[in-house]
């Protein structure tokens, strides 16, 4: 670490499969991810990061609810989708309705799956078609458009001082060995 200026990460595992299957199925938990985004290219595939950096949420709709009928569909993407917006009080997100932002992915129900592991976790997930952020594409056809969607969105937490913004906590559900 010291001659090549990296860094160590470590992944906990204090949860059981049980446990998950239990814990996704209840009426408040609603789904997140703390994990980067790194480039799936370069100096980034030199590192391992969690296998949730490449679909964590594939992983939750092709296992534990299209595979172990741990959840219904519909409220899996309720958990993915106006629960967290509305737990994180972001008033024009996480629902389809005039005057709300345009965050949207098609995919497959029957296909969606997540294939990265821990120890290969650079690993794409299928089953995802396209993917809209901010009202234009950033997926097309199951291709990168490269056009620059994202943008900062803050919720009620937010405070503006540096070193004094937003903490949660955070677990992630649809991982665990």
Request: proline residues 7%; hydrophobic residues 40%; contains cysteine.
């Amino acid at each position: 670490m010291i001659e090549d200026g990296t860094r160590v990460g470590v992944a906990y595992f204090l949860m059981s499969e049980d446990n998950v299957r239990r814990e996704t199925a209840l009426p408040w938990v609603s789904f997140g991810s703390d994990e980067a985004a790194p480039a799936p290219e370069g100096v980034f595939l030199a590192s391992n990061p969690h296998p949730r950096a490449y679909g964590n949420f594939a992983r939750l709709l092709g296992r534990y609810v299209r595979e172990e009928h741990a959840l219904p569909l519909a409220a899996a993407i309720r958990k993915l989708t106006s629960l967290p917006a509305s737990n994180l009080s972001l008033a024009d997100r996480g629902r389809l309705q005039p005057g709300y932002v345009a965050d949207i992915v098609v995919f497959d129900p029957a296909t969606i799956a997540g294939h990265a592991t821990y120890e290969r976790p650079h690993q794409f997930a299928t089953g995802v078609s396209d993917v809209l952020v901010n009202g234009r594409f950033a997926l097309r056809d199951g291709e990168p458009t490269g056009a620059a969607t994202g943008r900062v969105v803050r919720g009620r937490a937010f405070t503006g001082r540096p070193g004094g913004g937003c903490r949660t906590a955070s677990r992630d559900w649809s991982w665990s060995r």
